[in-house]
């Protein structure tokens, strides 16, 4: 590929498939797929938790664990069965005991239900799980059984949850974001159902170009790079540009990828083939970045902040934490 060439749609799909990811994303691989072996000698309830702030993968690695164990249809006595080996629901604002058996139905491609009996939706799940030959049952987002402005709701879904993990005898997956991990431990009879628990790390603000942002960072411009051609142009140094880069993204490694996918669709639609990129390029891409997290803000103030002025900022905006 010559970096003179106009870039096009392409290219951006390329950009994704070119991942980027967190350092203890593959340990996070390898706890899912020593748990999905130990499924069929479990007896008891068997919890694992994973607390990440958003866009550090947590979500992703639901995704690749289900790639990993795909859907395949088996012959059951002349008829055909869909098995599917983790099925994965999300939680949402709100949640019911009712929505969570729906949500799992439907993952299930099963009929959903309009009961409200608890012991009627704890069978009904339990078939579910069981008619598609499940090893584990994961739910993302976990920390959305909180945002429920009736809290006996609250309890009666997490009560629910607790006794599925009795009753199904598979490992439950739960992933969810920090403010969930109290919750989860305040109580005994939760607690000690949860055997495994793993953490992705916070990105903290790139002071130097040893820190976790600054190489997720480089990683991604180095991407860019083999996909598109761009480079950063020289005048900007890299750690000035990676400090921009976090207070824009809040430390969040989806918000890396979807700020330079944004400038890949930018240059495609303005047919440009300068080769470098420069912050007037990115005063452009704030335009029309839009952040997937609604608490964060991105601030142009990123881009027309003084170099000299930029440790002020990674002070102002310490951790990922404080973005938002």
Known sequence: MTSSKILNLDMLV???????????????????????????????????????????????????LQARNPSYIKKDNDANRLIIPVPTISAEENCSVRKVVDSLCHAAGKSTTTSANAAYL????????????????????????????NRSGVKSVVSFIRSLADAIKIPLILMGTPCYEDFVYAADD????????????????????????YRTSEGMLENLQVVTGRTLCKSIDRLEFTQRLFIVSGGRIGCIYDFLA???????????????????????????????FPLIKPSTEAFKVLPEDLSGLMIKYESMEDHV
Request: glycine share 4%; with cysteine; proline share 4%.
């Open 122 to 149: 704890k069978r009904k799940a339990i078939e579910a799980l069981k008619d598609v030959g499940a090893v584990a049952l994961a739910i993302d987002e976990a920390q959305e059984f909180l945002n429920n402005s």
């Open 262 to 292: 944004q400038y890949i669709k930018d240059q495609e639609k303005s047919g440009s083939t300068k080769t470098t990129f420069d912050i007037d390029d990115c005063l452009k891409v704030l335009k029309r970045y839009r952040a997937p």
């Open 190 to 213: 939760m607690s000690r159902r949860v055997k495994t628990s793993h953490h992705l790390k916070i990105m903290d603000s790139p002071i130097h170009d040893q820190t976790l942002f």
């Open 14 to 64: 390329e950009f994704e498939n070119r991942r980027v990811l967190h350092p203890d994303f593959s340990e996070g691989e390898e706890l899912l797929d020593d748990l999905l072996k130990l499924s069929p000698k479990l007896q008891n309830a068997y919890i694992v938790t994973f607390f990440a702030h958003p866009g550090l993968g947590k979500s992703t690695l639901l995704l690749d």
